[in-house]
């Protein structure tokens, strides 16, 4: 004798968003600075699941600015300052990084973000 298993139909994961339930409305964060970063780490542990996008112009590594004026005085190059790699900071937060993108524009009233790279 097999019995249904009612757990899969039942598991909060299902219940918890409707298929006619619209899609949360993806967020975007400009720039990849520290205050860039800390928008997404914060804004992820509040929420998991929403769609966030950080916008670079550069390549986005994480690292300490007031280690810049000692990197002179001990010739140290930019990639010697990086503590986290970009790639590496959006796979662990579960964003989506466009590097080296330059934002043109921002249409607050209809929602969207204009790129070198196209629109958001």
């Known amino acids: 004798m097999t019995a ?23 967020v975007i964060v400009v720039g990849a600075g520290l205050a860039g970063w800390t928008t997404v780490r914060e804004f992820r542990k509040l929420e998991a699941t929403t769609p966030l996008t950080l916008i670079t112009a550069d390549a986005g590594d994480f690292y300490a600015k007031p280690s810049l004026s000692n990197a002179l005085v001990h010739g ?6 990086v ?7 959006a796979a662990a937060q579960n964003i989506t990084l466009l590097a080296f993108t330059q934002v043109l524009s921002i249409d607050a009233a209809n ?5 070198d790279k196209g629109r958001l």
């Open 4 to 26: 249904a298993t009612p757990a899969a139909v039942d598991s909060p994961a299902v219940l918890a968003q409707p298929p006619d339930t619209p899609a949360p409305t993806p």
């Open 111 to 115: 929602r969207t973000v204009l790129t």
């Open 83 to 89: 503590s986290t790699a970009a790639a590496c900071m």
């Open 76 to 81: 140290k190059t930019a990639d010697q300052l």
